[in-house]
Structure formats: structure tokens, C-alpha cells
């Protein structure tokens, strides 16, 4: 536990219970944005060499997930009049305990995976399904669009710190394209929920289902 | 037999051709009349490409062979003309041109503007995958054309998916053609476990016959028979080409489901040594089928429906030509192959050129009558004398009246099963089936006769048959052109028939390769050795010409002669209505009364007025509903249908539940997997 990586990871596993626990809508997005930067720093914890390409994604990922998109989302919440989530699918303290479980789960889980030597002692694999649970657990238990494009936001950082990983492996187009890919769907997600409001005047999916087949 | 041959870069050219000819008309003036003449114009240059290509293979023997590389797994895409590819290519590239000259008139853009592009579209499609599907010779290839076939026709055939009818029939014929393809991909993975690989191409003597190769020819049977429309698996057929526009209808009639029974003797050929269940099971299938779809034809009250199980009838005419060439296969008796097999390609032949005909000039009635119910018809002939003129001639030919066409190739398949009845180790199955299609044929005299006559003579019964009118030039060209084809066929038979001994010789040569000792000793005889085909032409052509002096003699008496028109059957009354005539149905119950089994029967459907204020209530006309269709196939579709529904409480529209569906799926197998990691050693 004494590793800088494993104190970030604990960080961004409590920013899960964060997210899940709060109804105030500022700060599950200020929560996913801080989450976000702390992830940044990850790539250059994680190598030990100091290349201008680890930097480059470390910028670019602060960048998008700490103040880009963050500022969108809280742009669209002012826009729409929005605060709080308010009756979720699943109540808070619940989805608090089921983040509990997941966490376990992902802890147990992981001691099972044949992992490279390098990374068998970090908490690297368990945060990352950890996150990616959470992640889910916000999708499907918000009602508020806003909500769930932050539970998309934490799904997405659940795989980023999975692809720590593979840092080596993977060429930095792929990374620089799975960014820009995040950032263009929140951005269109978020055209969309403005787009919602007027037309419904309303930000619950529920209704939504109106629209289906 | 090179790669880069004459006749290969000919074929696939006038494939290629006919294939886009939709693809000018997406981009066109919407209503204008460009997109339509070219896209006729290149279906008929790519068919005229076509014929010149099979007709070098059938007639000169100038057979090809083409390997395209492929990123696909399964091997090279083989594609291959043998005189069996081309035989069945002519009415492929035949019938779509005169029906996309049809269409013209038929299915303008300018009245249409909805759907006429989709409709060409599809069209070109359809006639060029049926193409390809002749040609290939790898599994993936075949199965992929065919498929293309398969949804190219469903879309071409539910053009006027408004009418509720038309979308029912779609789905239904959906459904089967989709269990057909899944019997194919069984059949294609045995096969290629049998062969090593996707290629069907036989060794040296054919495929050796083990318990699988049972398995395959009967995979064989459900998928290639559904697309023939062979009894039991004809249920989609009558809806899908009664609802389809009439060019299409024969386009499927009259070719598509040929390339179903070409599959079925394509697998076939590649086995060594049939065994004598094969060709049985085939006798009898077609039997039934010739039996079965003559039955239904007579209670149908729909003009197209009626040529639908017409073609249900001929279907089982060919098959019995197929199974008794195959029984000559495990017998050892090539005779048997030599007649079977040859009227079964020539009736494929002459069947592609009267049931198009009849389809076209049922086209024909509908947009001068604005009705494809008999009852409403009436007087045709008169309103429309040269439409009805070639719709007789169709008729007779559907009937094989000797000299047109159809009395050839029947005459052929009954002299064969004479022959294996009559000879030494006679076949049982095959003194069977003569008497079953000679009774099919009888049937079918009585649903022609009935479609004729209430159709076409008598006193016109509704408003719009009595302004019925003769189609413009663009319908009746085609339609013309078929008559003619139809009248002449026959008589050319003695020249058609080597192109089909080489057909047949091409069919039998994976088994038996030309040089081998079997080959040598046993040959297939050719046709015109075993049936005086000249001969019979000959006498078929004096018959003819005897018919045209007595016409002219008749015309000659008759302009000298005063001649008083009055109304068609007015039986001596003073004031006869068309209320006094038979009707379709009056017709057909006599029929069905006595030449047919009484699940065959009309039926009246009747909605019956409910509560003090009813909405509706109607009696249709009696109709023939397939038995099949009503006894068997819906009451077990519903109450399939039934148990699905309570999984549509699964698909609830929510996008909450199918993330809480993804999440569930993970979770499960994350747990999964750790949980093995306990359980099992490492």
C-alpha cells in the first residue's frame, strides 16, 4: 500500500462512493472531474520513464476529463435548472452498499487473474472493475440524463485505468482516439439533453420510453 | 477451361449488367421516364449477353471454370458454366428482360412513384443473383448468392407493402425461405466435412455415400424443395406470387423456383452411387406435389393464386423427372436418366416459357380490369382478344396440348416412367407415380378450363370487366413474344435436344467421368435416340399448319357470310343477365366435389356482425385455403407465438433495463470466472 499508485487508485475508489452517494448534481460531476484528473496523473505514476508521450496523454486526459468536459456538463445543468437527483431507481444508501459489494467483489476477483508480475501487487486491476461497476451503477440507477452521462464518464475512467495495463502495448492513436471519442459523445450527449428539455420539458429517461418501438 | 475465358468474362459481364440496371434509376428524376427505359434497356443488353454466353457452353461445349481469391474464409470463390449451369441460365436471363420490358407498362414510374425505383432495383438483383447462384461452385459463394436471390425476391415481392395481404404473404415467405437457407448452411458444413473444403466438386467417381451423405441429401430436400415450392414445403409459394406485381410473380414463378430443383440436382450429382431411396423419396414428393398443387389450383377463386399452384403442380412434374433419373443412377440403367432427367429439364425449360406468359397475361387482366378475382371477370376475350389469344395459348401449353410446348417434355418424362415400370426390374414407385400425375393432369384441365372460361368467355360480371382493355405495346410485346415462344418450343425440341443430353451428361460426369470404363459400356443415351423427337415435332407442326388452313377457311366462309353478334352463352333466353353463368366458383365446386379431396375444398370465410351496433361483417367468396398452411402450420406458429410473448416483457424499450442487463451478464461472469478460479486447480 505504500506505492503512490495504490494511494491515487483508493482515491478514485472513494470518489466512487462519492458519485453514488450524493444527490446534488454538482457534485457528482465535480466528483467524476476530480476522478478524472486524478487519473491523469496515473500514466506518469504507472512508467517510470518520463517520455513526451506519456506526458502528452497525461495532459490530454486532464484536460478533457477534469475541465472540459466537467465545464460542459455543469453548462448543461445551468441550462436546464437542474440541482438534484431526486427519486433514483435505486435510493442512495442501497447503491452505496451494492458500490460496496462490487468493490469487494472486483478485490476478490482480481487475485484470480494471471497478471503480468509487474502489476499483480498494485490496485490497479481491482479499482479499474471497481470503477467500471460504479460506473454502471450509475447508468442504470439515475433518472436524470445528466446523471447518466456522468455514469458513462465513470465507466470510461473504470477502462482507462484498465488500459494502464497495456500502456506499452497500445499505440498512442488508440488512446488519443478513445479520448476524442469520449469527448465527442459527451459533447453530442450533451447537445441532446438540451435538445430533451425542449422538447419535453423534462430530463427523466423514464419518459422517454415513450419513444420506443 | 482457363481462368481468363471468353465465356467467363462474357457471363459475368452480362451478370454485372443486369445486376445495377436498378442503380441508374435511384439517382434519376424522380417520375421521369430515363431511369426506367435505361434500366430495361440494360437488363435486356445484359440478357442478350447471357443467352449468347449459355449458348456457347449448352451448344458448343465451351465450358468455363473461374477462381477469384476471396478474403472470406472458405476458400477461393469458384465459379464455374458446365451445359447444366447454362441449360438453367437461359430462362434466367430469358424472363427478366421480357418482364423488365413489361414493367414498363406495368409498373410505370410515373404511376408509381413510391415504389417503382425499389421495385427495378430489387428486380435487377434478383434475375442477377439467381445468375450467380447457377454459376458457383464453393459453399460461401452459393449460400450468399443465394441469400441475395432470397431477399432480393422478398422485397421485390412486397412492393405494394401497403396492402395488409401482401405484407402477411412477405413474412410468411420469409420465414420459409429463412428455415431453407438454415437447412443449406447444414447442409454446406456436412458437405464440406465430407470434402475437406467449401468446393463442390466431386473426385474422381463422386462422393462415397455414408450415413451423412443421407443427411445431406435430405437437408437437400427442405432447403432446395422450399425454394421449388415442392409439396410439403410450397405453403409461402401462392401468397408471395399472388401478391408480387406480375412481372415479378414471373420472374419467381417462372425461374426462381428452378434454381431451387437446380441445387437439388447440382448436390446430387456429386455422389457416386444414390442410393434407391433417393430417387423414391424425389418420385414421390413430386407425385404428391403434382397432385396436391393441381387440387388447390381448382378452388382458387384469385387468377394468380390458381397459376401459383399451377406451378406447384409443375414443380412435382420435374421432380419426378428427377427421381426417376436418379433411380436410373442406383439401377444402373441409364435410359431411365436419359428420359427422366431430359423431360425434366425441358419441362424446366417450357415451364419458364408458359407460366411467365400466363403470369404476364394475368398482369395484363388486372390493369384492364382493375380484378384478380374470377367472379368479376368475364367476356375478356372480346375486350381483349390478343391478350386472350396468347393467355389460350398458355393454357394449352400448362396443359400439354401436343404441339405446344408442355407436350414434349411431359411426353418424355411419361415414356420414362413407362419404361421403368414396364422393363425388367421394374421400379413400384414409378407405376405409381405415371397414374398420379396423369390424374394431376386431368385436375389441372379442369382449373384451366375454369380459369379460361370464366376469365375470358361469357358476359363480362362486374363494371370493370366490361371496360376492360387491351395493354399498351410495352405489356404486350412481352406477352406476344412468350406466345409465340411457347408455339414454336415444342416443335424445336429435336434441336434443344443436345444442349440437354449435355446437360445430362454434364449432370451424370462427377459420378461417371466421360472415358471411364462405366462410361464406355453403360453411356446415357441421347434423347433423340429414345423418343422420335423429329418425328413428333414434324406431325405437331402438320397439325398446326392444318389448324391455320381450317381458321383461314373459317375467316373466309365467315366474311362472306352475315354474322349477327349477340351476348356469349345467352342459351336461347330473351333477356339473359351475367348473372346466369357459371361463376368461378359454381365451377370449382363442381370440381372439387368430385376430382379432389374435400380438404382441398372452397371455403367461405365469414365475419359475422357482433353486438347491437356491428362494425363490419363480410362474406368472402369461397377460396381454397391451403390445408397445409391452415390445419398444421398456423395453429403451431401461434401457439409458438404465444409463449414468445411473455418474453416480450424482456424487451422493455427502457435503456435502464438493458444496462441492467449488460451489467447482470458481467458480473455473472466475472463472478463465473473467479469462482472457477477457486473451484478448479490451477
Known amino acids: 500500500m505504500t506505492h503512490p499508485v495504490d494511494i491515487l487508485l483508493v482515491l478514485v475508489i472513494l470518489l466512487n462512493f462519492l458519485v453514488l452517494g450524493t444527490p446534488s448534481l454538482r457534485m457528482t460531476i465535480r466528483g467524476a472531474a476530480l476522478q478524472g484528473t486524478l487519473l491523469a496523473l496515473l500514466p506518469l505514476l504507472v512508467h517510470r520513464g518520463f517520455g513526451w508521450r506519456v506526458a502528452a496523454i497525461a495532459v490530454a486526459t486532464m484536460a478533457l476529463k477534469g475541465l472540459l468536459i466537467p465545464g460542459l456538463l455543469e453548462k448543461a445543468m445551468r441550462d436546464v435548472h437542474i440541482r438534484r437527483e431526486v427519486e433514483p431507481y435505486v435510493g442512495f444508501v442501497p447503491s452505496l452498499f451494492l458500490c460496496a459489494v462490487g468493490t469487494a467483489l472486483a478485490i476478490l476477483f482480481s487475485g484470480n487473474l494471471p497478471l503480468a508480475p509487474e502489476h499483480a501487487g498494485t490496485l490497479l486491476v481491482p479499482a479499474s472493475l471497481a470503477t467500471l461497476l460504479s460506473g454502471f451503477l450509475v447508468l442504470t440507477t439515475r433518472k436524470k440524463a445528466i446523471s447518466q452521462v456522468v455514469g458513462y464518464l465513470i465507466l470510461e475512467n473504470g477502462i482507462f485505468i484498465f488500459g494502464q495495463l497495456l500502456i506499452e502495448a497500445m499505440p498512442f492513436l488508440v488512446e488519443a482516439g478513445v479520448l476524442l471519442d ?11 439533453i438540451n435538445h430533451i428539455r425542449q422538447e419535453f420539458s423534462s430530463l427523466d429517461t423514464e419518459l422517454l420510453s415513450e419513444l420506443k418501438d | 477451361m482457363e481462368a481468363a475465358s471468353p465465356g467467363g468474362v462474357l457471363l459475368l459481364g452480362a451478370i454485372a449488367l443486369v445486376a445495377l440496371s436498378g442503380l441508374p434509376g435511384l439517382i434519376a428524376r424522380k417520375g421521369g421516364s430515363g431511369g426506367e427505359r435505361l434500366s430495361a434497356l440494360l437488363v435486356g443488353a445484359g440478357a442478350l449477353l447471357g443467352l449468347v454466353a449459355s449458348a456457347r457452353v449448352l451448344f458448343l461445349g465451351r465450358s468455363f471454370r473461374v477462381e477469384l481469391p476471396s478474403p472470406l474464409p472458405g476458400g477461393p470463390l469458384l465459379l464455374a458454366a458446365d451445359p447444366l449451369s447454362a441449360l438453367f441460365l437461359v430462362p434466367v436471363f430469358l424472363v427478366p428482360a421480357l418482364g423488365a420490358v413489361y414493367g414498363l407498362g406495368y409498373w410505370p414510374e410515373a404511376e408509381h412513384r413510391r415504389d417503382a425505383r425499389k421495385l427495378r432495383f ?17 459453399g460461401v459463394l452459393f449460400l450468399v448468392a443465394w441469400e441475395v436471390m432470397a431477399l432480393a425476391a422478398f422485397f421485390a415481392a412486397t412492393t405494394e407493402d401497403r396492402q395488409p395481404e401482401v405484407r402477411e404473404a412477405g413474412w410468411i415467405y420469409l420465414v420459409a425461405t429463412h428455415a431453407g437457407t438454415l437447412g443449406l448452411f447444414g447442409m454446406t458444413a456436412l458437405l464440406a466435412r465430407t470434402t475437406g473444403g467449401f468446393a463442390w466438386e466431386a473426385p474422381e467417381g463422386g462422393l462415397a455415400v455414408t450415413a451423412s451423405s443421407s443427411v445431406v441429401f435430405l437437408l437437400a430436400v427442405v432447403g432446395f424443395g422450399g425454394k421449388a415450392g415442392l409439396f410439403p414445403f410450397h405453403f409461402w409459394l401462392p401468397g408471395a406470387h399472388g401478391g408480387a406485381p406480375s412481372h415479378v410473380s414471373a420472374v419467381m414463378s417462372g425461374v426462381m423456383l428452378k434454381v431451387g430443383l437446380y441445387g437439388l440436382l447440382r448436390v446430387v450429382s456429386l455422389y457416386g452411387a444414390p442410393p434407391a431411396w433417393w430417387g423414391g423419396l424425389l418420385l414421390l414428393l413430386g407425385a404428391g406435389s403434382a397432385l396436391f398443387g393441381a387440387a388447390l389450383a381448382a378452388g382458387q377463386g384469385d387468377v394468380k393464386r390458381l397459376l401459383a399452384y399451377s406451378s406447384v403442380e409443375n414443380v412435382g412434374i420435374v421432380t419426378t423427372g428427377i427421381g426417376l433419373a436418379l433411380l436410373g443412377r442406383s439401377a444402373g440403367r441409364p435410359e431411365w436418366v436419359a428420359l427422366g432427367l431430359g423431360g425434366a429439364l425441358l419441362h424446366v425449360l417450357y415451364h419458364s416459357l408458359f407460366k411467365p406468359l400466363l403470369f404476364l397475361g394475368a398482369g395484363a387482366v388486372i390493369h384492364g380490369a382493375g380484378t384478380r378475382e374470377m367472379d368479376r371477370l368475364g367476356g375478356l376475350l372480346r375486350r381483349m382478344p390478343r391478350t386472350g389469344a396468347a393467355f389460350a395459348a398458355g393454357c394449352a401449353a400448362a396443359l400439354a396440348f401436343p404441339p405446344l410446348a408442355g407436350f414434349f417434355s411431359e411426353l418424355v418424362v411419361y415414356l420414362g416412367l413407362f419404361r421403368a415400370f414396364a422393363g425388367p426390374d421394374s421400379s413400384l414407385l414409378a407405376a405409381f407415380a405415371a397414374p398420379a400425375l396423369a390424374v394431376a393432369g386431368a385436375v389441372a384441365l379442369a382449373a384451366f378450363t375454369k380459369l379460361f372460361g370464366v376469365a375470358f368467355l361469357g358476359s363480362p360480371r362486374s363494371d370493370e370487366a366490361s371496360h376492360a382493355h387491351e395493354p399498351g ?12 415462344l411457347v408455339a414454336v418450343a415444342g416443335l424445336l425440341s429435336p434441336l434443344l435436344a443436345p444442349g440437354v443430353d449435355a446437360a445430362i451428361r454434364a449432370w451424370v460426369a462427377p459420378a461417371v467421368p466421360p472415358g471411364s470404363v462405366e462410361a464406355l459400356l453403360h453411356p446415357v443415351p441421347p434423347l433423340a435416340s429414345l423418343v422420335p423427337l423429329g418425328t413428333i415435332a414434324l406431325l405437331g407442326a402438320a397439325l398446326l399448319g392444318l389448324l391455320a388452313l381450317f381458321a383461314g377457311l373459317l375467316a373466309l366462309r365467315l366474311r362472306r357470310a352475315s354474322v349477327a353478334r349477340g351476348a356469349t352463352w345467352d342459351c336461347g333466353y330473351a333477356r339473359p343477365t351475367a348473372r346466369m353463368q357459371y361463376t368461378g366458383s359454381s365451377f370449382g365446386d363442381w370440381i372439387s366435389g368430385r376430382l379432389t379431396p374435400a380438404a382441398a375444398a372452397p371455403v367461405l370465410e365469414v365475419r359475422r356482425p357482433e353486438g347491437s351496433f356491428p362494425r363490419s361483417a363480410a362474406v368472402s367468396a369461397p377460396r381454397a385455403r391451403d390445408p397445409l398452411l391452415r390445419r398444421l402450420l398456423e395453429p403451431f406458429a401461434s401457439r409458438w407465438a404465444r409463449r414468445f410473448h411473455d418474453l416480450h416483457a424482456l424487451q422493455e424499450g427502457r435503456l435502464t433495463i438493458y444496462l441492467v442487463y ?15 478460479g477457486w473451484v478448479l486447480p490451477r
Not at chain 2, 405495346?473 to 409465340?484: D, E, H, N, S, Y
Open chain 2, 473 to 484: 405495346r410495352a405489356m404486350l410485346v412481352p406477352i406476344l413474344a412468350l406466345a409465340l
Open chain 2, 662 to 676: 449488460v451489467l447482470g451478464t458481467l458480473v455473472a461472469l466475472l463472478a463465473w470466472s473467479a469462482l472457477r
Open chain 2, 122 to 138: 430489387f428486380y435487377g438483383l434478383l434475375a442477377a443473383s439467381m445468375a450467380v447462384v447457377l454459376l458457383a461452385r464453393s
Open chain 1, 182 to 192: 469520449l469527448f465527442v459523445g459527451i459533447f453530442i450527449m450533451g447537445i441532446v
